[in-house]
Structure formats: structure tokens, C-alpha cells
T-cell receptor
Framework: DAEITQSPRHKITETGRQVTLACHQT?????MFWYRQDLGHGLRLIHY???????NKGEVSDGYSVSRSNTEDLPLTLESAASSQTSVYFC?????????????FGPGTRLTVT | SQQGEEDPQALSIQEGENATMNCSYK?????LQWYRQNSGRGLVHLIL?????REKHSGRLRVTLDTSKKSSSLLITASRAADTASYFC??????????FGTGTRLQVFP
């Protein structure tokens, strides 16, 4: 069965370190998204990609970067982790087309920056 | 900025009762979707309603959309303890990108 996975599931890191969160999907979806979820804010879009070599900034992109070298993966990098980036991170993917498609979510990565 | 806002923020009901959650949004949309999130898990898609639709059903779920009022409602009929979760609306104002609301926490007591 197709799926979307994230790793690690839990990560503790120190302020200033570079951290990369992995996202891998086997749906063969063109669209991939990264969100962060914090209490009181719901899900906020960090970065998204509509295909290989395409990346776009979302609502809260400062301090984050992504790259898309293949269809399956969209790693999220925190260049220099800050305590404000402590959060739960979700990756999602969807098909492309007019009218919209549902997004499939990964299980999340809980990141703590100390 | 949040596009959708759910109301109420929290809802507690007994098994067998109906649960209604509302979502308001700000700009025109292509479609509106509802998702469920169980504690500590990723979101799961429930239903999608397009801007030219007014009502949609899926099992015990009924979704309505009023584009003139920029609002939607999710009705869960005959609720079960397993329906306990957070529910989010998400709007698609452009090009496959979703904007999520802050969610409604539903607690269903056995």
C-alpha cells in the first residue's frame, strides 16, 4: 500500500544546530507540503513543492529550507535551530489537478530545540 | 494568517448524540475539506466539498457549504467514543494549497 513516512519521529536538538527532517511518499504525488502544528495555531504551511526542482515558501518559512530532487522525497532543513522551532512537524502529499485533492499526512515528527 | 476558524473550539457530547462543528473562512475558495486528527497522529481526510456544491454526505458525516456566508458545517450523526478527535476545516483558495483552521476538539463520552 502507498504511504507517507517521516523520520525521525522524535528529535531533540540544541539551539544553533542544523536539523533535517525526512519525508518520503510512495503515492507518486507531485505535490508535497510541510506544516508545523502548535497549540492555538492549527497547522501552518512552511514550504511546499509542486514537482521535482520546484519549491515554494509558505506562511512561516523563515529559518527553514526544502529541496526536491525526486518525486518521493521532500526533506525539511532547519538551518540553525531555534527554541521557537520546537513543534510537531507534518509532511503531506497530494495529487495535482483542478478542483482540489485530499492531502495524505505522515505521522509527524516531534522536534524539541533546547 | 488563518483562513478558516472553527467553532466551537471544544465540544463534549454523549455517545449517540449528534455533533456539529462550524467553519468560517475569509476569501473565495475552490473547495473546502474536513480532516480529523486523533491525539498524537497525522491528519486524516474526511470529506471534500467543491465551491459549486451545497451539501455532501459520507456515512455518518454531512457537510454543508454556504459560499455566500463563507461558512461550512460538519455534522457527525450518532456519535461514538471513537469519534473523539480534533476536527479541522481546510480551504483551497488557489492551486492545491490548503489553509487550515485551528480546529474543534470533540470529546464523545461513552
Amino acid at each position: 500500500d502507498a504511504e507517507i513516512t517521516q523520520s525521525p519521529r522524535h528529535k531533540i536538538t540544541e539551539t544553533g544546530r542544523q536539523v533535517t527532517l525526512a519525508c518520503h511518499q510512495t503515492w507518486n504525488h507531485n505535490n508535497m507540503f510541510w506544516y508545523r502544528q502548535d497549540l492555538g495555531h492549527g497547522l501552518r504551511l512552511i514550504h511546499y513543492s509542486y514537482g521535482v526542482q520546484d519549491t515554494n515558501k509558505g506562511e512561516v518559512s523563515d529559518g527553514y529550507s526544502v529541496s526536491r530532487s525526486n518525486t518521493e522525497d521532500l526533506p525539511l532543513t532547519l538551518e540553525s535551530a531555534a527554541s521557537s522551532q520546537t513543534s510537531v512537524y507534518f509532511c503531506a502529499s497530494s495529487a495535482t489537478g483542478t478542483g482540489g485533492y485530499e492531502q495524505y499526512f505522515g505521522p509527524g515528527t516531534r522536534l524539541t530545540v533546547t | 494568517s488563518q483562513q478558516g476558524e472553527e467553532d466551537p473550539q471544544a465540544l463534549s457530547i454523549q455517545e449517540g448524540e449528534n455533533a456539529t462543528m462550524n467553519c468560517s473562512y475569509k476569501t473565495s475558495i475552490n473547495n473546502l475539506q474536513w480532516y480529523r486528527q486523533n491525539s498524537g497522529r497525522g491528519l486524516v481526510h474526511l470529506i471534500l466539498i467543491r465551491s459549486n456544491e451545497r451539501e455532501k454526505h459520507s456515512g455518518r458525516l454531512r457537510v454543508t457549504l454556504d459560499t455566500s456566508k463563507k461558512s461550512s458545517s460538519l455534522l457527525i450523526t450518532a456519535s461514538r467514543a471513537a469519534d473523539t478527535a480534533s476536527y479541522f476545516c481546510a480551504t483551497d483558495p488557489s492551486t492545491d494549497k490548503l489553509i487550515f483552521g485551528t480546529g474543534t476538539r470533540l470529546q464523545v463520552f461513552p
